[in-house]
């Protein structure tokens, strides 16, 4: 009976034994299924991610490479610039613009500014209407946009304002700065509209 009774404590402490390591077991491997769960979510969110960026990137607009220009017309980023060589009034020169479905140039930027200085001086020459206006009151805004200036280039002593200058040109004297002027002078001008899908 003792004999029997010790084997059977002998079996039962080795199945308890074995439990226990299989609990040991299932611990390990709840933890691996855990951490795969954790690394699928990571894993998922980052597709997510990815796929919004491919989203958004998919519905910004063509580079401007795929827009062209009226011939005559030259590319400035997503717009087109017009050089007009008449030499006529602001107003005239306004007019003239809205003829060709454009508007007087804005010019809001020191890349555009310098692209503008470079073209003029090797080619179009000193002053040209663009469509800064102040209405006599000195505040000056770009005709087209209603804006006030955030960039400028003025010369030297200028805007100079008084009763009459309250129209204004680009590349005026050897700096090929802003100068305010009378919007009766007559100067060659430059137009801008938005460039079309080519
Ligand atoms: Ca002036």
Redesign the pocket.
């Known amino acids: 009976m003792c004999g029997l009774e010790g084997k059977f404590k002998e079996q039962k402490y080795k199945y308890e034994s074995q439990l226990g390591k299989m609990a040991a077991n299932m611990t390990a491997v709840t933890n691996v299924i855990e951490d795969h769960t954790n690394l699928l979510t990571t894993l998922r969110e980052d597709i997510d991610n990815l796929v919004e960026r491919l989203d958004k990137k998919s519905s910004t607009p063509a580079p401007t490479d795929h827009y062209v220009c009226p011939a005559n017309w030259l590319k400035y980023n997503a717009t087109c610039i017009y050089f007009g060589s008449d030499q006529i009034t602001w107003t005239e020169a306004k007019f003239h613009c809205q003829m060709y479905g454009a508007h007087l140039l804005v010019v809001d930027s020191e890349e555009l500014n310098t692209f503008l200085k470079i073209r003029l001086r090797a080619v179009d020459g000193n002053n040209h209407y663009v469509g800064g206006i102040d209405f006599g009151r000195h505040n000056w805004i770009w005709d087209y946009t209603n804006r006030e200036f955030d960039y400028t280039d003025w010369r030297s002593s200028?805007?100079?304002g008084g009763r009459s200058?309250h129209c204004m040109v680009i590349c005026s004297g050897s700096s090929c700065q802003w100068?305010?002027?009378d919007c009766y002078s007559q100067y060659k001008y430059i137009c801008q509209k938005d460039v079309v899908l080519g």
Request: glycine share 0%; aromatic share 0%; no cysteine.
């Open positions: 200028q805007p100079s200058e100068n305010d002027v």
